[in-house]
């Protein structure tokens, strides 16, 4: 079967390329696809040969991680579904993980259509959740299990570090369980976003202010709940005294190989350290749910969306680390 699909051909450099998509067992559901969701972060480190797959990171002399079909996330209707699949049915919309193709050095990627998905990476969406809030599922998914990993009662200090997706939607989510979320970014118009989707917020912005200082400022009690989404463990340790006893460190950024942590400093305030990873049928399940529901906002971060065969450009944007670049869509 041919498809289009995304390909990262070498470091910093994609195109949108015809591909050999493997026939469809019967435990695979495809899907033409609508809209799929970039995942900046976890996408711009693919791009530039960062990773050697999921959170491993490339190292010299490892074999090349290219050519492959970055991404993990996408939604469309479903156009065949194998005698083996359950709860899904052809003309149903869906919402897709990763899906199969060849001739890459990873035999599946995201922004590839039509999609050969296994039954088992494919949600059917309630007829309330639009296609395109329902496109970055997977990385919602992280900021979903981000806010509900560490216990936290009504009024808790909870800080996240990063106002990137997965920040402001680790933000929403624990807003929704009732802490006091302060949100540490370096962007205004992220933090501008932040104040419309997340009721209460305060705002650090620490390109203006020096964090530490900041935060004893918002927090004088101490934090109960710290997230770092951006992957710097120099910014928990620096940040560490100001947590109360018995309190919770959250980690979801991707720190390469600089991810040495001192667990005697955290055991000197009784830190639970939390690093989740990846996605399960039950969380991304659970955050659909959230979508529906509203208390987790998708829609409302989309500001770029680009025609697939514009993906070059779409990339462009997220390699530079605009900052205005936060919800960046491929229409197919």
Same mark, same amino acid.
């Given at each position: #079967? ?42 711009? $480190? ?8 999921? +959170? ?7 074999? $090349? ?11 469309? #209707? ?7 699949? +359950? ?16 001739? #890459? ?50 009024? !808790? ?30 962007? !205004? +118009? ?46 928990? #340790?620096?940040?560490? !005294? ?14 390469? $190989? ?65 900052? +205005? ?8």
């Amino acid at each position: #079967m041919q498809g289009l699909a995304v390909v990262v051909t070498g470091p910093g450099r994609v195109a949108v390329r015809e591909v050999v998509i493997p026939e469809p067992t019967p435990g695979d559901v495809v899907v033409r696809v609508q809209h799929s969701w970039i995942s900046n972060g976890t996408e711009r $480190s693919v791009i530039l040969g960062e990773r050697a797959g999921g +959170e491993v990171p490339w190292r010299t002399g490892d074999p $090349s991680p290219f050519p492959q079909v970055p991404g993990y996330q996408k939604v469309g #209707m479903a156009t065949w579904v194998g005698e083996q699949v +359950e709860g899904v049915r052809p003309g149903d919309m869906v919402f897709a993980s990763t899906s199969r193709v060849e001739g #890459m050095v990873r035999p599946a990627g995201g922004h590839v259509s039509p999609a050969v998905t296994p039954g088992s990476q494919v949600w059917r969406l309630p007829a309330s959740v639009s296609a395109v809030a329902a496109s970055g599922l997977v990385l919602a998914q992280v900021g979903y299990n981000a806010g509900t990993r560490a216990p936290v009662a009504a009024g !808790d200090n909870a800080l996240v570090v990063g106002d990137g997706l997965v920040g402001l939607w680790t933000a929403q989510v624990l807003a929704a369980r009732g802490a006091r979320v302060l949100l540490a970014g370096r962007h !205004d +118009e992220r933090l501008g976003l932040a104040a419309r989707v997340i009721p209460h917020v305060v705002r650090i912005d620490a390109g203006r202010q020096e964090l530490r200082a900041a935060v004893r400022a918002a927090a004088p009690t101490g934090v109960r709940v710290l997230v770092d989404t951006v992957g710097s463990v120099e910014t928990v #340790m620096t940040l560490l !005294d100001l947590l109360v006893r018995d309190s919770h460190v959250v980690s979801v950024g991707f720190c390469g $190989s600089r991810g040495a942590i001192d667990v005697q400093r955290l055991r000197t305030r009784e830190v639970t350290l939390h690093c989740p990873s990846g996605w399960t049928r039950p969380r991304v399940a659970a955050t659909l749910e959230a979508i529906q529901e509203g208390s987790l906002r998708t829609e409302e971060l989309v500001t770029h969306r680009f025609p697939v065969h514009q993906a070059e450009a779409a990339y462009a944007l997220v390699l530079a680390r605009r900052a +205005e670049a936060v919800g960046v869509l491929l229409d197919w």
